[in-house]
């Protein structure tokens, strides 16, 4: 295991994105910003945060969210790929996100499973059935809702610590042929005894994120109603609010997955970046 070095991380970054960074964002530009800029121009409330109403989306449009959240799944992996191998090309990267897209699949369905049937075994023990079965009762309701605050704090903590722990999942998948359980094995220890410093750089950088994005939204929103008008579906205003969303998610999505990726490389023990001419290693 080797010492992680944030900092060096986000310095070896900087020359792979001025170096590959019109690549990168030419697979953003596929995977990320085409999707997210139709989904917008479909169903512009799903931007607004807190507004997503389920019930009021047709099916069509949720499978449509579906099928682009897993069209960005492929975008990371090539953007690590071309972070992680000197001269590979946008097709190079692209093939292998589709290639090892089916492992991420495999690493949600390893966990699906389980954290459903943890969530029973906990509102079980800390609600109890009884208390579910008849929630119309106001004392039933008062009386699960100490355990169910407990019970929820507790599944937050072990989430948040599984999150940090396969943080290195997606430059893992990137670089290395493993099926899914390798994977999470792989990541697993190579995140060992740094959990405190990925669980900073990660809230740090979510912090950030959201700023950005809250001060990008309200100057686009401003900006596209005062000359376009409020977004509606299929309306110019509603293409350029996506647009500009867009572009900077896939500007994020090219910045972390390059520092991700580069944590990796410093945690795998690499003395140097490999060629994509070479077979990526499956141990």
């Known amino acids: 295991m080797s010492n992680l070095s944030i900092s060096k991380a986000w310095d070896d970054a900087r020359p792979i994105i001025a170096r590959d960074g019109k690549l990168m964002f030419m697979v953003a530009l596929v995977t990320v910003v085409l999707p997210g800029t139709l989904m917008m121009l479909i ?34 992996i090539a953007i690590s790929y071309l972070a992680l191998f000197q001269g590979a090309s946008v097709g190079d990267s692209l093939r292998r996100g589709l290639k090892r897209f089916w492992t991420v699949l495999g690493i ?23 208390n579910m079965a008849d929630l119309d009762n106001p004392e039933n309701v008062r009386a699960i809702a100490g355990p169910a605050l407990i019970a929820f704090l507790l599944l937050f903590v072990l989430m948040i610590y599984v999150s940090v722990r396969l943080l290195l ?62 977004p509606e579906p299929f309306t110019m205003a509603a293409l350029v609010m996506g647009l500009f969303s867009t572009l900077v998610q896939a500007g994020i999505t090219i910045v972390y997955s390059t520092v991700i990726a580069r944590i990796y490389h410093q945690l795998a023990g690499n003395p140097a970046d490999p060629t994509v001419a070479s077979v990526p290693p499956t141990a």
Request: net charge negative; proline share 3%; hydrophobic share 65%.
């Open 169 to 230: 999942t997606t430059p893992v998948v990137a670089a290395r042929d493993l099926g899914p359980i390798e994977t999470i094995k792989a990541s697993w220890n190579l995140t060992k005894g740094n959990f405190w410093r990925l669980l900073g750089f990660l809230i740090l950088f979510i912090v950030v994120v959201l700023v950005l994005m809250i001060v990008v939204g309200i100057i686009a929103g401003l900006i596209t109603s005062l000359i376009f008008g409020e």
């Open 108 to 130: 949600a369905l390893v966990f699906l499973v389980p954290a459903i049937i943890l969530g029973v075994i906990v509102a079980l023990v800390f609600v109890g059935a009884e």
């Open 43 to 76: 169903s512009p409330e799903q931007a607004a945060v807190g507004q997503i109403d389920a019930e009021e989306q047709s099916g069509w449009v949720v499978l449509l969210s579906l099928v682009f959240a897993l069209i960005g799944i492929i975008g990371s």
